[in-house]
């Protein structure tokens, strides 16, 4: 561990700034050696603030050099300014003053990907959360909000391109003969929102006009490679613009909104103010080169992005405690967007499984922290599942509260009130409290309180009454730092099913009707339904309308019922899970008492009604065919034992996959897409109710099957087909798979996002040596460890590949071990996100469980950067 600790900062010690800035003007001169930042501060002392203090405490980083500082042009000597820690202190300042400072940087030398680096053969930065400290000495912190004018200098033959925030307002050549080009971002922003880019760079060019008629230019740049790319974007950002017209009466309000890909990018992709800048795997889609999947991610983030000009942008967070505010909102936002543009069902199960997998394990782990936490070491560390996607239901839980309506009056009240403002999560409720007059106190516990809610369900149904009651008991496991916790208002929908297959109808506090939204806000509550024909199956928490953890004992027969008659789709998948859940656990146990597999074939039998039953969305199909994934079979785990899991997985499907070889091959045939490529939401679903079918035929041992398979992969005319074929063939070990993932490369290798696939594919390949093969694919010449994309599918491959990653030797643990410590010194965000799977060690069983804990051990005998002490330290307390 590193001598000094590193220290947490908390919520409650929050203060507003000493200083502001009202105007940023930045100079920067551009070059492979080294870049000069020129900036002048407008700065005055804070109104607000209690403390009148005059020294002015600037953040920095280790990586920026001061070159001379000044006040209103008075250069200061040695004695007037001192460093602390990477802090700049200025001694005494007057009320109000013009800061100049230079400062040298080397973004060729910049591994952290973040601040001013290079990717590719340009320059860009990405500044969320801190890293506008990384090129220059600044307030940086997001309610410091300023005017920012920037000019770009450089030799236009390698960087034709060069921009920033807002609107080109002059360009001209400086004396050395660079060329210099000039950006104003009239709209105040916090220096998070920052961005420069320079480089050699091709346009897609094109226009939207608002609904007010102003004519915006849209303009999507690219290295040239790829600029063929870039349509499918293009069209997302269009309609996202128009949505959130539409949806939430919110208009863009600059000139000219423009996005560039870069390659090497620690994220997804970035808000900045009129210059978005994407991570190119969320920009970049062509039939040939991009599955569905991500097809729809790029839809997705750019909307994300998109939207945020509004939730993020124009009222921002007041601190990084707030994340959530303008993270869990606009996730919500793109969730409602994607639901639009395809299906809403499909949607929300593609989201809630992803939630119940990933963010119900990181609040069941030593990270768990409400989506406002109360203190951090690294706000990196803090972009996490909980903030996003349990945001996200935080939001949606409150939009259930108050209705479609009432939730668009909170949230153009809260648009109205805060415009210009640095905010926090209360004023986000605050508002929507006060445009609809209610009282969401209780609800607020949602931001502050960790860990999944645990729903216990029991009911009672009186026939001579027509009286059914429903026991709702809620109770939320305990949290590092949070021992006992409160009630919170919970929002239930409920249904009731009658043994017909139809909604049965009640009568609820008076009111009659087919659906309820219960208010569960105590510990322990009965709810009572009338008119009650007859004893009903309860469908609870339908379109999984709160985060939380259900408990209802619904035998087999009930959940067979809801999986084939739910009125509510989402809930007909969830039947489906939690009865293969049943049974796979019932296997788990036997795979690890070393019995012979066996199990029922209630599962079966749902199956077949299901694919008998043409009417359905084949996506819904798929989803509900897709067994339990391994790792959400880990969360819901007592102890996670990977190698059972696994074993009890394959034979269930193989049990399946024989009772219905015939109906696969069937919806294989008949899912065939016959037009050329479209990611149309119909076309997506029968793809990828083809390639479910695909997997199952396989797994009944068909030769028919496996022939399909390589026929599949020689014809496909799209990457959704070819890679479903390519994955099936490795994962069923065909004879053809070493010359399969071999032909794959070889057609790929000058397409960086497809050789990531290859990759993460080869990686995950389960084999006598799966280690070595991860070892040699770190050594491969289109390896590159400077970017995240490349690391995250090797490592990602690893993390699916349960032989060589929990291989009983320790040697898959220690593997990982070595590259976060090696990754620490050069980008400790990736480093600290790599760690995840260590984070679990202690639900692991006892003999992994330990291996683990070594590794963690021996990572934090090592100099640390906070990012990775962070998580280390906090999974070993
Ligand atoms: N605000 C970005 C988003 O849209 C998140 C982000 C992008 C980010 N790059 C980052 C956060 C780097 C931290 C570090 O969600
Ligand atoms: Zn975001």
């Known amino acids: 561990m590193a001598e000094q600790q590193p220290a947490a900062i908390y919520l409650k010690d929050y203060q507003v700034p000493n200083f502001l800035i009202d105007k940023t003007e930045l100079t920067f001169d551009l070059d492979e050696t080294q870049t000069i930042v020129t900036s002048r501060l407008h700065i005055r002392r804070n109104p607000d603030s209690d403390q009148q203090t005059s020294a002015l405490v600037l953040d920095g980083g280790e990586d920026v050099t001061l070159i001379a500082v000044a006040i209103d042009g008075y250069t200061l000597p040695k004695e007037e300014y001192r460093f602390q820690d990477d802090k700049l202190v200025i001694t005494a300042t007057p009320e109000s003053f013009v800061l100049t400072c230079e400062t040298l940087i080397e973004p060729q030398n910049n591994t952290r990907l973040e601040g001013l680096y290079r990717s590719s053969s340009m320059f860009c930065t990405q500044c969320e959360a801190e890293g506008f400290r990384h090129i220059t000495y600044y307030l940086d912190r997001p309610d410091v909000m300023s005017v920012f004018t920037t000019t770009i200098i450089a030799d236009a033959n390698r960087y034709p391109v060069m921009l920033s925030n807002g609107n080109e307002v002059e360009r001209g050549t400086t004396e050395e003969g660079k060329t210099f080009v000039t950006w104003h971002d009239p709209f105040k922003k ?96 062509s039939p040939e080169t991009t599955t569905d999947d991500a097809y729809l991610r790029v839809e997705a983030v750019v909307a994300h992005e998109y939207f945020h000009n509004w939730s993020g942008n124009r009222v921002t967070c007041r601190d990084w405690f707030q994340l959530s505010l303008k993270e869990g909102f606009t996730v919500f936002r793109d969730q ?24 119900f394990a990181e609040d069941a782990g030593p990270m768990a922290h409400p989506i406002r936490p109360a203190s951090f070491i690294e706000i990196s560390n803090f972009y996490t599942l909980t903030i996003y996607e349990k945001g996200a239901e935080v939001v949606r839980m409150i939009h259930t509260l108050l209705g479609e309506e009432g939730f668009r009056k909170g949230s153009d009240l809260y648009f109205e009130r805060h415009d210009g403002q640095a905010v926090t999560c209360d004023d986000f409720v605050q508002a929507m409290e006060d445009a609809n007059g209610v009282d969401l106190s209780q609800f607020k516990r949602w931001y502050s309180q960790a860990g999944t809610p645990r729903l216990t369900v029991t009911d009672q149904y009186d026939q001579a009454t027509q009286t059914y009651q429903l026991t709702i008991k809620q109770e939320t496991p305990a949290t590092p730092n949070q021992p006992t916790k409160l009630a919170l208002h919970i929002p239930v929908k409920v249904g009731l099913v009658g043994s017909d297959n139809q909604a049965l109808a009640f009568t609820y506090e008076g009111e009659q009707s087919d659906e309820v939204v219960l208010q569960v806000n105590d510990h322990e509550q009965t709810f009572v339904f009338e008119n009650v024909a007859e004893l009903p199956v309860p469908s609870l928490l339908r379109g999984f309308s709160a985060p939380v953890k259900l408990q209802y004992d619904y035998s087999t027969e009930q959940l067979l019922q809801l999986m084939s008659g739910d009125p509510d789709g989402f809930n007909r998948w969830s039947a489906a899970q939690e009865l293969a859940v049943n049974e796979l656990t019932a296997l788990i146990v036997q795979a690890q008492k070393k019995q012979a597999l066996s199990t029922d074939t209630h599962l079966i039998e749902g199956f077949k009604a299901l694919l008998a039953d043409k009417t359905l969305d084949p996506a819904m199909v798929a989803l509900i065919l897709a067994l339990p994934s391994q790792a959400y079979l880990a969360e819901v785990s007592e102890q996670i034992d990977p190698h059972a899991i696994k074993a009890a997985r394959k034979h ?51 030769d028919e099957a496996k022939a399909a398979a390589v026929r599949q992969y020689r014809q496909a005319d799209n990457m959704t087909d070819q ?88 040697s898959g643990y220690a593997f990982l071990a070595d590259q976060i410590i090696l990754l620490d010194k050069r980008n400790p965000q990736i480093a600290s996100r790599l760690c995840t799977p260590l984070t679990r060690w202690q639900r692991m069983v006892p003999a992994l469980s330990e291996l683990m804990k070594g590794q963690l051990e021996r990572i934090a005998q090592q100099d640390l950067s906070k990012d990775v002490y962070e998580v280390v330290s906090k999974s070993l307390a």
């Open 652 to 702: 269930l499907r193989e049990v399946i996959a024989k009772a219905l070889v015939s109906e696969f091959k069937g919806l294989y045939q008949d899912n065939t897409v016959a037009q050329a490529y479209q990611p149309s939401a119909e076309q997506i679903a029968k793809r990828s109710l083809k390639n479910a079918a695909l997997g199952y035929w396989l797994a009944s041992g068909s």
């Open 336 to 359: 409602s967007f994607s639901a639009d543009m395809h299906s809403d069902v499909v949607k929300r199960v593609e989201d809630v499984s992803f939630l119940k997998t990933t963010q």
């Open 723 to 810: 890679f479903a074929a390519l994955n099936c063939a490795v994962h069923f070990d065909l004879p053809e798979a070493d010359e399969l993932l071999a032909a794959f490369f070889e057609q790929w290798q000058h397409e960086a996002l497809v050789v990531n696939k290859w990759l993460m594919l080869s990686a995950a390949r389960e084999q006598e040596q799966g280690l070595d093969t991860v070892k040699a694919l770190m050594q491969h010449p289109n390896f590159d460890i400077k970017n995240p994309n490349k690391l995250r599918a090797v490592i990602g491959g690893l993390g699916q590949n349960v032989s060589a990653f929990h291989n009983l030797d320790g």
């Open 190 to 285: 916090p220096a998070y929102l920052f961005a420069l880019v320079a480089g050699n760079l091709e346009v897609l060019n094109d226009t939207f006009t608002t609904m007010s008629g102003r004519e915006v230019k849209l303009q999507i740049f690219t290295e040239q490679h790829n600029i063929d790319k870039v349509d499918f974007a293009m069209d997302s950002l269009k309609r996202s613009m128009k949505w959130d017209e539409e949806v939430y009466g919110r208009e863009y309000d600059l000139d000219i909104f423009m996005i560039v890909a870069v390659d090497d990018f620690n994220m997804g992709a970035m808000e900045n103010k009129g210059l978005n800048i994407f991570n190119s795997s969320c920009l970049l889609a």
